[in-house]
């Protein structure tokens, strides 16, 4: 249902956009997210967009350097990446529910296969 694309390596401080595209539903009318786990660490939602109303939620990690936004023509979910750092390599994963009303919750059913991003100092 969901495929990632946009990953890769990058140095400290550049940027990078993933791009989860869907199939077999729109992504107007669901919740949709971000999540990411690094090593040794706990999955971690990083942003997500309301089904209901569009707002958008992000981790106090990456508020101000992240942003999470769709593409309706497209069928496509992007997470915009800026100031990069070590901090931020993990293995990103998008999300989407159909129902959740709270898009900050963690129980999704839709989930990409994960694309590894990996930031070097």
């Known amino acids: 249902h969901l495929v990632e694309s946009g990953g890769g390596l990058v140095q400290a401080g550049e940027s990078l956009r993933l791009s989860c595209a869907a199939s077999e539903f729109t992504v107007d009318y669901h919740a949709l997210a971000w999540f990411r786990e690094a090593p040794g660490k706990p999955r971690e939602q990083v942003a997500c967009?309301?089904?209901?109303?569009?707002?958008?939620y992000y981790s106090d990690s990456v508020q101000g350097r992240f942003f999470i936004s769709k593409d309706s023509d497209r069928n496509t979910m992007f997470l915009q990446m800026n100031r990069l750092n070590s901090e931020d390599t993990a293995v990103y994963y998008c999300a989407a529910d159909p129902l959740m009303k709270n898009c900050r919750r963690v129980a999704y059913d839709y989930w990409g296969q994960g694309i590894q991003v990996t930031v070097s100092e």
């Open positions: 967009l309301s089904r209901t109303d569009d707002g958008r």
